[in-house]
């Protein structure tokens, strides 16, 4: 895809929703997309902030390759502006860390020493270094290696379509189900993130969502069940909802930890709109999955690690149903 077209004497990105429109020298909300000699340069295209080899558990992504390892990589800036950010001092971060270059070849090869499966581009907001995450992506298909988008869901359309045969999953922060919080306080537009949370399913990319439960801004019985019964409804009851623990940070350190008893509310309201897989973040709790039809239990968890690993080419060992995801079914 183009990742620009032009109206007039500006050009309009076309890397996330917000659609910039920018003249000649002019960067866009995000900090490291600029006009320049008309044409947008990723500033930081190859430029990353953080790179490490994680368990997969960790994105979260519960459904996509249990147990098996991604390189994760990130650079810096965001599209949001989110006051309770958990990642804030690569987000927020408004210097251009261009020191150390990371060709895409160069990613590939980190990703076979560190014997991953998957590469996930995460720890900020990746839509708007996708010129460099898809040219990593493609040399990762030619490698038998996928590919993982940990977001904040608000992707242009034309992103999400480019996608398609090159992004194997994503993990969608749905931070609210308040139009107005989203707008003011994170710089986002609900509307939006619904509609590419079933665009990436029409896509056929996998989906897990993730809602960070941050105490008095997102974690009413109301709130919590609207989240859900979209979900449910829209994206399918399948659909691994992931439940984190907020601490306080950046902007917002006066506001306590989300209690162990909110996640618990939380995870019932999930049950009750009828999820399958609703799990806890940020806790010891056990994240066990449960085959939906038996309730045997299909793999075990302990923190981020799998313990047991009991499906049989991704079916249940005792009534055969298939577990949804994507399973190394050798």
């Given at each position: 895809?183009?990742?620009?077209?032009?109206?007039?004497?500006?050009?309009?990105?076309?890397?996330?929703?917000?659609?910039?429109?920018?003249?000649?020298?002019?960067?866009?909300?995000?900090?490291?997309?600029?006009?320049?000699?008309?044409?947008?340069?990723?500033?930081?295209?190859?430029?990353?902030?953080a790179l490490h080899v994680d368990p997969i558990e960790k994105?979260?992504?519960?459904?996509?390759?249990?147990?098996?390892?991604?390189?994760?990589?990130?650079?810096?800036?965001?599209?949001?502006?989110?006051?309770?950010?958990?990642?804030?001092?690569?987000?927020?971060?408004?210097?251009?860390?261009?020191?150390?270059?990371?060709?895409?070849?160069?990613?590939?090869?980190?990703?076979?020493?560190?014997?991953?499966?998957?590469?996930?581009?995460?720890?900020?907001?990746?839509?708007?270094?996708?010129?460099?995450?898809?040219?990593?992506?493609?040399?990762?298909?030619?490698?038998?290696?996928?590919?993982?988008?940990?977001?904040?869901?608000?992707?242009?359309?034309?992103?999400?379509?480019?996608?398609?045969?090159?992004?194997?999953?994503?993990?969608?922060?749905?931070?609210?189900?308040?139009?107005?919080?989203?707008?003011?306080?994170?710089?986002?537009?609900?509307?939006?993130?619904?509609?590419?949370?079933?665009?990436?399913?029409?896509?056929?990319?996998?989906?897990?969502?993730?809602?960070?439960?941050?105490?008095?801004?997102?974690?009413?019985?109301?709130?919590?069940?609207?989240i859900a019964e979209f979900i449910s409804k829209e994206l399918?009851?399948?659909?691994?909802?992931?439940?984190?623990?907020?601490?306080?940070?950046?902007?917002?350190?006066?506001?306590?930890?989300?209690?162990?008893?909110?996640?618990?509310?939380?995870?019932?309201?999930?049950?009750?709109?009828?999820?399958?897989?609703?799990?806890?973040?940020?806790?010891s709790v056990e994240n066990d999955t449960l085959c939906s039809?038996?309730?045997?239990?299909?793999?075990?968890?302990?923190?981020?690690?799998?313990?047991?690993?009991?499906?049989?080419?991704?079916?249940?060992?005792?009534?055969?149903?298939?577990?949804?995801?994507?399973?190394?079914?050798?």
């Amino acid at each position: 895809m183009n990742f620009f077209k032009q109206e007039g004497q500006k050009l309009i990105c076309l890397l996330c929703a917000h659609y910039c429109h920018l003249g000649e020298g002019q960067i866009g909300l995000c900090g490291v997309n600029q006009n320049t000699g008309g044409t947008i340069k990723n500033l930081i295209y190859g430029h990353l902030s953080a790179l490490h080899v994680d368990p997969i558990e960790k994105k979260p992504l519960y459904h996509f390759l249990p147990s098996s390892k991604a390189f994760s990589l990130g650079t810096i800036g965001c599209n949001f502006k989110c006051p309770f950010c958990q990642n804030w001092k690569l987000s927020q971060e408004k210097s251009l860390h261009v020191k150390e270059y990371f060709s895409p070849e160069e990613i590939i090869a980190l990703t076979k020493i560190g014997r991953c499966q998957s590469i996930a581009y995460t720890y900020n907001e990746p839509t708007i270094f996708w010129p460099y995450a898809k040219d990593i992506a493609l040399l990762a298909h030619k490698a038998g290696i996928k590919n993982i988008f940990v977001t904040n869901g608000f992707e242009s359309s034309e992103v999400i379509d480019d996608m398609v045969g090159i992004i194997d999953a994503v993990n969608v922060d749905l931070k609210s189900f308040n139009a107005v919080y989203y707008k003011k306080e994170l710089g986002g537009n609900l509307e939006v993130i619904l509609d590419n949370l079933k665009h990436f399913k029409r896509n056929n990319i996998w989906v897990e969502v993730t809602t960070l439960i941050v105490p008095t801004k997102n974690d009413s019985d109301e709130e919590l069940s609207l989240i859900a019964e979209f979900i449910s409804k829209e994206l399918g009851t399948s659909t691994p909802w992931h439940l984190s623990a907020f601490h306080p940070d950046y902007k917002e350190p006066h506001l306590p930890h989300t209690s162990f008893a909110s996640l618990q509310r939380a995870h019932e309201i999930g049950k009750n709109a009828g999820l399958n897989y609703v799990y806890i973040g940020n806790t010891s709790v056990e994240n066990d999955t449960l085959c939906s039809t038996c309730k045997e239990v299909l793999i075990q968890r302990k923190y981020f690690k799998v313990m047991h690993n009991n499906l049989i080419k991704g079916y249940c060992p005792k009534c055969h149903t298939k577990l949804e995801g994507v399973f190394d079914e050798s």
